[in-house]
C-alpha cells in the first residue's frame, strides 16, 4: 500500500474511532454522566457491550441493527455518525493531504457535528465541545507560529464578543434570553479555527440558514430554535469556501 492509500485508510479509520466516541459524548454529555464509566451497555437489558459488538458500522451491521443479547432495537444514529466522522477525516485528508490543515478540518467537523445533535436535541452545547475545541484550536494554530497563534486567539476574541453583544441586544430588545452561553462559547471555539473574518461569515450563513430553515417553524409552533446547529454549518461551510466567498464579495463590492 502506497504512502497516500496508508493516509487514507489511516484516516477513515481514526474517523471512525472517533465518531464511535463522538456517539459516547452525545449520549452522555447533555446528562453530564462521564465518559468512561461505566462501560457501554445495552440501553434496554444493560448488559456490557463486548468488544466484538462496538466494532464501528461493522458490529451493528454484523448484528442488523440489535442487541446480541435481548434483541432490542439500536439506534441508527451510530452507525450514521461513525460513518459520517469516518467519511469527514477521508474527505479532510483527500483534499488537503496529511497536514495540519486537515486534521484541523476533521477535528473541527467533528466537534460541529456533535454540537450539531446535541443542540437540535436538547437545546444544549456541551462545554466539553466548546472549550475542548477551543483548546485544540488555539494549540494547531501554533504551527503557524507567533502569527498563526495570534489570528486564532483574535478569532476567538472576536467570535466570543460578536455572540456575547448579539446575546445582550436580544436579551434588550425582547426581554427574554435570546441566545445561550453555549452559542457563544461555541464561536469562541469557531474563531479560533478560522480566524475573525470567518467568524463574521459563519454568524451571516448561520442567520440565513436559520431564517430560511427554521424561523417559520418556530414562529408557528412557539419553538426554540437550536442556533448551534445552524452555526455549524455556517462554520462548516466557512472552513471549506470561506476565502472564496469573502473574495468574491469583496469583489462584488468592488463592482468587478
Same mark, same amino acid.
Given at each position: 500500500?502506497?504512502?497516500?492509500? +496508508?493516509?487514507?485508510?489511516?484516516?477513515?479509520?481514526?474517523? +471512525?474511532?472517533?465518531?464511535?466516541?463522538?456517539?459516547?459524548?452525545?449520549?452522555?454529555?447533555?446528562?453530564?454522566?462521564? +465518559?468512561?464509566?461505566?462501560?457501554?451497555?445495552?440501553?434496554?437489558?444493560?448488559?456490557?457491550?463486548?468488544?466484538?459488538?462496538?466494532?464501528?458500522?461493522?458490529?451493528?451491521?454484523?448484528?442488523?441493527? #440489535?442487541?446480541?443479547?435481548?434483541?432490542?432495537?439500536?439506534?441508527?444514529?451510530?452507525?450514521?455518525?461513525?460513518?459520517?466522522?469516518?467519511? +469527514?477525516?477521508?474527505?479532510?485528508?483527500?483534499?488537503?493531504?496529511?497536514?495540519?490543515?486537515?486534521?484541523?478540518?476533521?477535528?473541527?467537523?467533528?466537534?460541529?457535528?456533535?454540537?450539531?445533535?446535541?443542540?437540535?436535541?436538547?437545546?444544549?452545547?456541551?462545554?466539553?465541545?466548546?472549550?475542548?475545541?477551543?483548546?485544540?484550536?488555539?494549540?494547531?494554530?501554533?504551527?503557524?507560529?507567533?502569527?498563526?497563534?495570534?489570528?486564532?486567539?483574535?478569532?476567538?476574541?472576536?467570535?466570543?464578543?460578536?455572540?456575547?453583544?448579539?446575546?445582550?441586544?436580544?436579551?434588550?430588545?425582547?426581554?427574554?434570553?435570546?441566545?445561550?452561553?453555549?452559542?457563544?462559547?461555541?464561536?469562541?471555539?469557531?474563531?479560533?479555527?478560522?480566524?475573525?473574518?470567518?467568524?463574521?461569515?459563519?454568524?451571516?450563513?448561520?442567520?440565513?440558514?436559520?431564517?430560511?430553515?427554521?424561523?417559520?417553524?418556530?414562529?408557528?409552533?412557539?419553538?426554540?430554535?437550536?442556533?448551534?446547529?445552524?452555526?455549524?454549518?455556517?462554520?462548516?461551510?466557512?472552513?471549506?469556501?470561506?476565502?472564496?466567498?469573502?473574495?468574491?464579495?469583496?469583489?462584488?463590492? #468592488?463592482?468587478?
Amino acid at each position: 500500500m502506497g504512502a497516500d492509500a +496508508l493516509a487514507l485508510a489511516g484516516a477513515a479509520l481514526l474517523g +471512525l474511532c472517533l465518531g464511535s466516541f463522538l456517539n459516547v459524548c452525545i449520549l452522555r454529555l447533555p446528562h453530564e454522566q462521564s +465518559l468512561l464509566r461505566p462501560p457501554s451497555s445495552c440501553p434496554k437489558c444493560r448488559r456490557p457491550i463486548a468488544w466484538r459488538d462496538n466494532i464501528p458500522v461493522v458490529s451493528w451491521l454484523l448484528l442488523k441493527g #440489535r442487541c446480541r443479547h435481548c434483541g432490542a432495537r439500536i439506534s441508527v444514529q451510530y452507525p450514521v455518525v461513525e460513518a459520517a466522522v469516518g467519511l +469527514l477525516w477521508l474527505a479532510a485528508v483527500l483534499a488537503y493531504g496529511a497536514t495540519v490543515q486537515a486534521l484541523a478540518a476533521g477535528l473541527l467537523g467533528t466537534i460541529l457535528l456533535g454540537i450539531a445533535i446535541t443542540d437540535a436535541r436538547h437545546y444544549l452545547i456541551p462545554d466539553e465541545f466548546t472549550w475542548g475545541g477551543l483548546v485544540l484550536g488555539l494549540t494547531l494554530s501554533l504551527w503557524g507560529g507567533v502569527d498563526g497563534f495570534l489570528q486564532a486567539v483574535l478569532g476567538a476574541v472576536a467570535g466570543f464578543a460578536l455572540l456575547f453583544v448579539v446575546a445582550q441586544a436580544g436579551r434588550w430588545a425582547f426581554r427574554e434570553e435570546a441566545m445561550g452561553g453555549g452559542d457563544i462559547k461555541m464561536m469562541a471555539m469557531v474563531g479560533s479555527f478560522i480566524g475573525w473574518k470567518g467568524v463574521l461569515l459563519t454568524v451571516f450563513l448561520g442567520a440565513v440558514a436559520g431564517s430560511v430553515v427554521f424561523l417559520p417553524l418556530s414562529l408557528k409552533r412557539k419553538r426554540l430554535v437550536p442556533f448551534g446547529v445552524f452555526l455549524a454549518v455556517g462554520a462548516g461551510v466557512t472552513f471549506v469556501a470561506g476565502d472564496a466567498i469573502i473574495q468574491w464579495y469583496l469583489q462584488f463590492l #468592488r463592482g468587478s
